[in-house]
Every structure is written in structure tokens, then in C-alpha cells.
């Protein structure tokens, strides 16, 4: 298997899903903003890459994607899980801030999947999925509701464009905070995202919402 990728390797989700993967013996590739963030986080018993690159910066998250396909191949999977989560009500954050929660909410999820999409239409399989959140917007959370509405729509267009050629486009929409020990532990979270992988093509599913319950 040539492995998976997961863009927002921090505690929390991203290392959750990476060991998740890890556990079916699959190489993993863990790209975070900083090296700190990856410092202990390689899951063992399986090949691990650990590189860093702003989700925001086009040319170091292609050059990442390229890294990790050099070693280890074109992805089976790629997992976007970079967010702001930041609390921000209507009028509160001037515009050059709402640009840049933008830019790692939705348009880093943009850049990665139209950088290995198309190679892995080509191939005819392969997995993208996007971590979603706030199901309901909410006006304490203006720029969070905002991005993860743009995830949602961006799951849907990628679907259009490559969902026919055999890449699995989905997001997992988590809705509410994430913590270990309890109803939104990290490691019940990376569950969805294996099933989503390996789930059959009549079954795919476009989004898996995980209310805690």
C-alpha cells in the first residue's frame, strides 16, 4: 500500500487518524505546520515521514505531497485536518484575519486534493477526506462556521469533478469538542475515517457527522 497523508498532524484528530492507518500497516506521511507538533507523534510499527509545511503555503504543501509520493508512492488516502478553531462573532475580525482562517480552512484543502486528485483518478481509486465541523453555523464562531460550510461545499464539487474516476471524497464533521475520555475522543473520531477509506464504491458515503452519542 503506498500509504496515507495526513495534513494537520497535530495532537488531537490528526494523530488519532494516523495511527488508525497505521494499525492496518500502512505507511503514514504527517505534514504539520511545525516541527514541534511532530516531535513524538510518529505512530510505530510502520514506515513514518514527518514534514513540515504551512497548509497555507501553495508551493511548501505541494513540495510536501511530492515528498511523501517519492517515498512512499502515490497516497491512498490524503486526510485534511488543518483549521483556525478560534471564537470571532459578526464584526469582530477585520477582513486580513477572516483571509487567513480561510486560507487553512478551505483553500489548503484545495490546494492538496487538486494536487493528487488527478493522479489518483488516473490510477481510478483513492481517498480525500476533510475534516468538517460546525454541522449548525453559529454566530459565536463566525469564521470557524464559515470555513466549515466551504468544506462542506468543497466535498461536493471535488466528488463532482473525480468522484466518477474512482477518488472517494468525503468529510467527517465533528460536532463538538474534541478531548480524550470523552463522547468526542479523538481515537473513536479516526474510526470514521477508515471506514470512509475502505468503504465499498455503491456505499460511499459524502459526510459522516459524529455528534458524541
Known amino acids: 500500500m503506498a500509504g496515507a497523508v495526513v495534513i ?16 492496518e500497516s500502512m505507511p503514514v506521511t504527517l505534514i504539520a505546520r511545525g516541527a514541534g507538533t511532530l516531535k513524538g507523534a510518529e505512530p510505530g510499527g510502520v514506515p513514518v515521514l514527518a514534514l513540515t509545511a504551512d497548509s497555507t503555503d501553495e508551493v511548501a504543501l505541494r513540495a510536501a505531497l511530492d515528498r511523501a509520493a517519492d517515498e512512499f508512492g502515490l497516497p491512498d488516502v490524503v486526510v485534511y485536518n488543518a483549521a483556525i478553531i478560534q471564537a470571532d462573532r459578526p464584526g469582530e475580525l477585520p477582513a486580513r484575519a477572516h483571509l487567513d482562517a480561510w486560507a487553512v480552512n478551505v483553500v489548503g484543502a484545495l490546494t492538496a486534493a487538486g494536487h493528487v486528485a488527478p493522479a489518483m483518478a ?30 462542506r461545499t468543497l466535498v461536493s464539487l471535488l466528488d463532482q469533478e473525480y468522484g ?33 477509506h475502505t468503504q465499498p464504491r455503491e456505499q460511499w458515503e459524502h459526510e459522516v457527522v459524529h455528534e458524541g452519542s
Open 164 to 196: 466518477a474516476a474512482g477518488v472517494h471524497v468525503a468529510g467527517v464533521t465533528v460536532a463538538g469538542a474534541v478531548a480524550p475520555g470523552t463522547a468526542f475522543d479523538p481515537d473513536d473520531i479516526a474510526e470514521h475515517y477508515w471506514r470512509l
Open 122 to 151: 488516473r490510477r481510478g481509486s483513492g481517498s480525500i477526506l476533510i475534516t468538517g465541523g460546525m454541522p449548525q453555523p453559529k454566530a459565536a464562531y463566525v469564521s470557524l462556521s464559515l470555513g466549515k460550510a466551504g468544506v
Open 8 to 23: 494537520g498532524a497535530g495532537p488531537g484528530i490528526g494523530q488519532a487518524v494516523a495511527r488508525r492507518f497505521a494499525r
